[in-house]
């Protein structure tokens, strides 16, 4: 096999885990990633930083826990200074762009205070979280204009597909029986196709955007190592999609509801309030369950067709043996499981994400179309792009860790026994109706392997036990007989929350690697000394690397050991 | 009284809060500060949020615990974006000057990634940690250059005190007996007398540096109103001072040092590091505290001296009136109590610090000389300095709370029930001594009034109860009988390192006061809708307020309510 040159860096929005044929979907066939997953591993416990999309994003593109980066939420702006995957390759030579969504906002009011033009290089980078644009299209476009008035709006333009919001009335609308137009935004029309045919549609569009960047820079003789995001908006809401797909999956191909009467009996009260939001009271019927469904697994399986296309192109232009090719989620979708719709909380189906990697490297032959299990955290693909391309490991900024040792079969010792994921509700209408203050609306999960324990402030823990309930339907938060293990838990999540890695303008490296002491008194800052012939004395002691490097304290060490005399020196 | 118009925030550094005459010290007769605690509140438990200089003022300067800047030691660069005093009261039409010390070290790396030239306004700003420098002078300079050369060089030079490094060669050097000149780096020399008269030393000059500063500020006609901050490096090391000052103590004068034999039978095992350093084990010799101790308790008369100075002036010029006066200090200075040098650890003699407050507005009336007991933290003042100054509280990024209802006398309610303080040794030779990683050196302090807890990663606690031990002899750290105690100060930690406040870039109260769940679906973002008449009847529970705000947003509304007609419509 080869060596990494370029990293694809795929990214999927709301899709669950378990709707993918290598992950066990059982009429949801996609062969194009259950292929990739073949040739590379499988990570069966890959866990998000937060179940709601901007902070997913934001912890996976830093390599930060949401408590370390502070983007807890869709609207929070990642504040300016925080290192991405961009500021980190970038000095190694590598360019990272982007095409598709990121759910980046920009912190304009920190570019302000700080002086940075944000249309500069450093000013689009910064709102950009540190990634070239090469595309940016999140994939909701109402017609307010909540997001930029996108390219793809004017790419169906030009194939005919006009109107003052060509991706509200045709990607994202439908024809009813009676002929009139009506909007994907609702659950009730998830089923009907698409007006815009498959080829023109968001997903297959940004396929070739992305292979519209790979061309570019082949064709560029001077183009550097690159990681390219392709990051598709889709299977998130507006659940709809074009035919074929529209009307491939009917209610014989679903996965049950997991969801027991059980749940709804003196539930959490943060459960209880999620449950009670208007998209989960939605999900709990049946009726938009089948709306919906079809719509979900036929994005699903068109995504996988266009890896299809993305893998063949690879192959047949021979890049397939220098390209890391990465395929995640950035959280799931309940879609009515525990009586919930969207994501936010912490069940399987929202914050396990599936995580597919191949490494063309020839020490990943050895893993090769195995399933991992251990603990793994989207915050683990920043620090194994720096690991590809050979940077040094910076704990004191980045939280993860590199995934690469797995894929060479070798897991370290130390590797982590917790996975974390944190939610700020405090955007929801729930904190209010819970009368919380912003501070306080914080849900913050750890997951062991078989226990997940989910600290919430001011209310009693939640606590499920994965190995004797693993559909999650049982919540011990409150079972006297879990006590000792929820207080283990409770420590552990304390350990974590003592190491928010701020200091990150010195690295741990340096402060391991260096006797300050030393340094500070070579300088000529003595701490303590006593005399003159202590100073003497102690110098002995220092290493002799230390003790003579820099010409201007060796002067300033034999000045201090010899006191000046008065009568004898020139001292004006 | 008066309104304040400017802000006086005067700051020692290594001034313990016990050797003032107005906190009890018997000998050490301070009248001028005394004499500003009689017209203020003197605060009689505040804690700096680290025994050391730079995390300190970091802390104190952003209003911030040391788990939220990062800036944890004296080398750490606060990093570029990090909101400090200047940059919070600017938008106010407040001006914030430095004369003095801040131990600030500019984030270099973060200032060249983000475009920012360290010589701008911004930049001097960042590196500055949000002063306009009046003067910096963080009073150590070397003959290695460890600090930039400061303006007080040619000061001295003007005045005929020369030589390549004239506050080395003058300020911090004296004569020895034999004629020669020695070092002020040296404990032994500490009880000489510096070569530099007192009226040319470094605190009358910074003393006269800020009546500089508020001259030309009177002289201005369009000036600002100010916060200034006097920052002084005396009673810190090196430990000389000129006469009449360094002949004014002796050891008849001296405070005994508290310490006790047991403390050092089976200690703490970094504690008993702590106690192993050269600095500490200079300070468990009588010799050397007979020595240093008149030099430090002389520089402290002569602050003293100067605050009357300052005062006089202000009283002259009519400014009493309309400035608010701060008195601290960055930390204390154990002076071989606990068998301890320097500070670092969590004993009162290093982690409390004296605050005296002169706020003339009439409000405080209610409070003028008395002795405040509630637990305050040197965060606080950065948000008593936005609350005088009238702007919104932004708890979402400053973790203080504005001591004014304190001077007001109407402590509220909710007032904290713990103080916190953190020490990062990473940088210590103790963190390689006891082989710990740089992430591994860290101690964490909660002290509710009473006990004093001290998490230490990797060992034992250590624990005081300062009501049946003031003098804080005994560890209860391993003591079975306060296992409850721990338990629950250990928890209050926990409870304290969960709100890290780093979503900085989206304020708490906008969370709090938007209904964001109506905002985006009259965006035209529609969640768990199931079709039109869904969204006209839930737009009756909008406030109203919101449904019609925006006149874009009415008509996206609006067209999602009507399903488009093909047959009569004319959709392009």
Redesign the interface.
């Given at each position: 096999m080869g060596q990494v040159k370029n990293i694809l860096f795929i990214m999927c929005d709301q899709l669950r885990w378990d709707y993918l044929s290598c992950y066990g979907h059982p009429h949801l066939h996609t062969p194009h990633i259950d292929a990739l997953a073949a040739k590379g591993v499988r990570f069966d416990r890959c866990y998000v930083q937060s179940p709601v999309c901007g902070a997913s994003r934001m912890s996976t593109y830093t390599g930060r826990y949401v408590?370390?980066?502070?983007?807890?939420?869709n609207?929070?702006?990642?504040?300016?200074?925080e290192?991405t995957i961009g500021?980190h390759l970038r000095p190694l030579g590598v360019q990272t762009a982007l095409a598709g969504k990121t759910h980046m906002r920009a912190?304009s009011?920190?570019m302000a205070?700080?002086?940075?033009d944000p249309n500069?290089l450093?000013g689009v980078r910064?709102s950009e979280c540190g990634f070239d644009p090469y595309e940016r299209d999140d994939g909701?476009h109402?017609?307010?204009?909540?997001d930029p008035y996108p390219r793809y709006n004017e790419y169906l333009r030009e194939y005919g597909f006009?109107?003052e919001n060509p991706w509200e009335?045709w990607a994202n609308s439908a024809?009813?029986d009676d002929?009139?137009?009506?909007?994907g935004?609702?659950?009730?029309?998830a089923n009907r196709p698409a007006r815009v045919p498959d080829e023109h549609s968001e997903t297959p569009y940004i396929t070739r955007r992305a292979i519209d960047f790979i061309e570019e820079q082949n064709a560029d003789p001077n183009g550097k190592p690159w990681v390219l995001h392709v990051s598709y908006i889709k299977p998130h809401?507006p659940y709809i999609v074009p035919d074929p797909y529209a009307s491939m999956y009917g209610p014989e191909d679903f996965l049950a509801p997991v969801r027991s009467e059980a749940e709804r009996e003196n539930p959490h009260p943060v459960y209880r309030e999620f449950m009670n939001?208007?998209?989960?009271?939605?999900?709990a019927r049946d009726e938009?369950r089948d709306s919906v469904l079809p719509a979900y697994m036929g994005l699903i399986k068109q995504i996988d067709d266009q890896m299809g296309v993305l893998f063949k192109y690879l192959e047949d232009t021979g890049q397939m043996e220098q390209t890391m090719i990465v395929f995640t989620s950035d959280h799931g979708d309940y879609l009515g499981d525990h009586w919930l719709?969207?994501k936010d909380l912490f069940h399987e189906p929202s914050v396990r994400v599936p995580l597919i990697i191949y490494d063309p490297d020839e020490r990943a032959d050895a893993t090769r179309g195995s399933a991992n299990q251990d603990l793994v955290e989207a915050i683990d693909l920043m620090p194994t792009f720096l690991d590809v391309y050979g940077g040094v490991e910076l704990?004191?900024i980045i939280d993860g860790r590199s995934l690469r040792p797995l894929l060479f079969g070798q897991k370290p010792a130390d590797w982590r026994s917790y996975a974390i994921s944190e939610y700020?509700y405090?955007?929801?209408?729930i904190?209010?109706v819970l009368e919380k203050?912003?501070?306080d609306c914080?849900l913050?999960m750890i997951f062991d392997g078989r226990y997940k324990y989910i600290?919430s402030?001011g209310f009693r823990p939640m606590l499920f036990d994965l190995q004797d309930d693993p559909h999650e339907l049982t919540d011990l938060g409150a079972d006297p007989d879990y006590e000792k293990i929820r207080g283990r838990l409770?420590e552990q999540?304390?350990e974590w929350?003592?190491?928010?890695?701020?200091?990150?303008?010195?690295p741990?490296g340096m402060?391991?690697s260096t006797?300050?002491?030393q340094r500070i008194s070579?300088?000529?800052?003595?701490?303590?000394?006593?005399?003159?012939d202590?100073l003497t004395e102690?110098r002995k002691n220092w290493r002799s690397l230390m003790a003579s490097w820099?010409p201007?304290?060796k002067?300033?060490l034999a000045?201090?050991e010899k006191?000046?005399?008065?009568?004898s020196?020139d001292?004006?």
């Open positions: 408590h370390s980066h502070g983007a807890s939420w609207f929070v702006p990642l504040k300016a200074g290192m500021d912190d009011a920190g205070r700080l002086g940075i500069s450093i910064i909701i109402p017609r307010s204009g909540h006009g109107g009335d024809l009813a002929g009139r137009i009506v909007s935004w609702y659950l009730k029309y809401w939001t208007k998209v989960s009271r939605s999900f938009v719709g969207e704990p004191h700020d405090s955007f929801m209408d904190g209010k203050s912003a501070i914080w913050r600290l402030e409770h999540l304390f929350a003592r190491r928010p890695r701020q200091r990150v303008t010195v741990d402060i391991n006797p300050i002491q070579q300088q000529g800052v003595l701490i303590g000394f006593w005399d003159e202590d102690e820099n201007v304290t002067d300033t000045a201090l006191p000046t005399d008065l009568n020196g001292d004006s």
